[in-house]
């Protein structure tokens, strides 16, 4: 069983170990596409300010991650486990997980494809959604590599956001999660961001601590309720976890 995650816009201020070096990172067959995305966005952080502002879809204020982008090659870097500091991953607590349990997530990047949580990279900032000159949208340029490199023969279970969906497909098992209120005696839901990043990073930290392998959609949902999430399957490829308003 796999799980697919999203990164953090969150992340660590700065590495504090050796220099990237492309040719140590999991999935080497994602290399020349690495490079490539990677030698596109130094160009451009390199370039005339304004224009790497509107192309990464940046403010004024964030100017420090063009300089940032700018240093990748010569930037220290960390562990993919320690990069990522948004409340998914602060709720997934990966260092506190075994090797085998951290060898089931596939974080997905706009500039590293997929990384394993023992990958070493220094800070970024590319969101998948942005169109790269001279390379176009991020998402159509990984989509042939990923698809080589990735061939699980499990379970999938997706937690991705749709910008790094787009980038490789495959039947899996979404989930989505929803806030359940009662607002004059009905139950009504809703899709809450913060607390449906938590929930997700809650979850797999669940599912990885357990040591779940579930191989349906049926045995996933039956292994999340015995570990107390409420969970429904309103369709196949997708099951909706169902959170409170307390």
């Excluded at 995650?5 to 700065?14: D, H, I, Q, W, Y």
């Excluded at 070493?120 to 590319?126: A, H, I, K, T």
Aim: overall charge neutral; hydrophobic content about 45%.
């Amino acid at each position: 069983m796999l799980i697919l995650l999203p990164p953090s816009e969150g992340k660590a201020a700065a590495g504090d170990g050796p220099r990237l070096d492309l040719e140590t990172l999991s999935r080497p067959e994602l290399t020349p596409v690495r490079e490539r995305v990677l030698q596109a966005l130094v160009d451009l952080c390199r370039g005339p300010e304004g224009t790497a502002l509107e192309v990464l879809g940046l403010s004024e204020g964030q100017k420090d991650a063009l300089t940032r982008n700018g240093a990748l090659r010569e930037a220290p870097a960390l562990r993919a486990r320690e990069l990522y500091t948004g409340v998914l991953y602060d709720h997934l607590r990966l260092n506190e997980l075994d090797d085998a349990a951290r060898a089931k997530v596939v974080i997905f990047s706009g500039l590293w494809g997929a990384l394993g949580a023992d990958d070493r990279v220094p800070p970024y900032r590319l969101a998948m959604g942005v169109r790269l000159p001279p390379l176009g949208a991020l998402a159509g340029v990984w989509r042939p590599a990923l698809t080589e490199a990735l061939r699980p023969d499990g379970l999938v279970v997706d937690m991705r956001s749709a910008p790094y969906a787009a980038a490789w497909k495959r039947p899996s098992v979404g989930v989505r999660v929803l806030k359940e209120r009662i607002v004059d005696g009905a139950a009504k839901r809703s899709v809450v961001s913060h607390m449906a990043k938590a929930t997700r990073g809650s979850i797999a930290h669940d599912l990885l601590t357990h040591g779940i392998e579930a191989r349906t959609q049926e045995e996933l949902a039956k292994a999340l309720g015995e570990l107390g999430h409420t969970v429904e399957s309103p369709r196949v490829g997708t099951i909706e976890v169902i959170i409170s308003d307390e």
